[in-house]
């Protein structure tokens, strides 16, 4: 039995696509037909996850970075950001006029600058308002994605020990420091009593950084930024051509053989 590790955006779906393709899906599944374990190992928080993962079924869910995994329906790995340092995010967030989300149970999504002509709205529009529906929500991490960050900003979340990662120079993901998917990797092999050597994850940006270096074999897809995929021990075609459906039909070929 391997140790199957997915990231999803980028990945396994294609950027602007609601749902990851038939083959991708198929070659998931084949996966957990031939006895193998598989993560989802995804950025997104719990409130983000979509609807088909859950469908699908994979074994365990490393959501936020890590910072909640979920197995058999229950949370074995929890880290919530303080109450209070929520709050202060929120409010600098608030008065510097970003946008982007604060993710936990739900995405909630603030935006200054959001365009009624495409459909983006905010769930809050004031500090208030999300003080006042939203202060008692777990929360795992931030996105803000005005890039370069904000040096006032970016010092503060430095100052509070949480780390920043920036994803192909579109957005930032603010999670706690230690609280990565290089550690949901290293969690969920104790968790199913997996050696390394018999781990295998699936990236494409820099949040995958390390999973990628704690997995026993990373493989990266083609569409992925070059310095990802210098990263990794394998490179398959681009999420758009299904590589990581590629790689799995091969690799049950050859466990025929």
Not at 76 to 91: G, N
Not at 120 to 134: A, D, T
Not at 173 to 186: H, L, P, T, Y
């Amino acid at each position: 039995m391997k140790l199957f590790f997915f990231d999803y955006d980028g990945t396994l779906l294609v950027p602007g696509n609601k749902a990851m393709s038939e083959r991708n899906r198929k070659a998931l599944t084949a996966l957990k037909d031939a006895g193998h374990r598989i993560v989802l190992c995804t950025g997104r928080c719990y409130g983000h996850v979509a609807k088909e993962l859950w469908d699908l079924g994979f074994d365990a869910y490393a959501t936020a970075c890590g910072a909640l995994i979920i197995k058999d329906g229950k949370p074995v790995h929890e880290d919530r950001l303080p109450h209070e340092l929520v709050m202060a995010s929120m409010k600098i967030i608030w008065d510097k006029r970003l946008d982007g989300a604060v993710e936990g149970s739900e995405r909630v999504k603030f935006y200054h600058h959001f365009e009624k002509d495409h459909g983006i709205y905010p769930e809050v529009y004031s500090y208030s308002e999300y003080e006042e529906r939203f202060s008692a929500m777990p929360v795992h991490k931030f996105t803000l994605y005005k890039v370069p960050m904000d040096p006032d900003v970016r010092d503060f979340f430095l100052e509070n020990g949480m780390e920043i990662i920036n994803n192909n120079n579109v957005y930032y993901e603010i999670i706690r420091k230690g609280n990565d998917k290089g550690k949901a990797v290293r969690d969920c092999l104790d968790l199913f009593g997996v050696a390394r050597e018999d781990s295998y994850c699936f990236g494409d940006s820099m949040n995958d950084r390390l999973m990628l270096k704690e997995a026993g074999h990373s493989i990266v897809v083609g569409s992925a930024p070059d310095d990802v995929k210098a990263m990794a021990d394998e490179v398959v075609p681009p999420v758009e051509e299904d590589g990581v459906a590629c790689w799995i039909e091969d690799f049950l070929k050859e466990s025929l053989n």
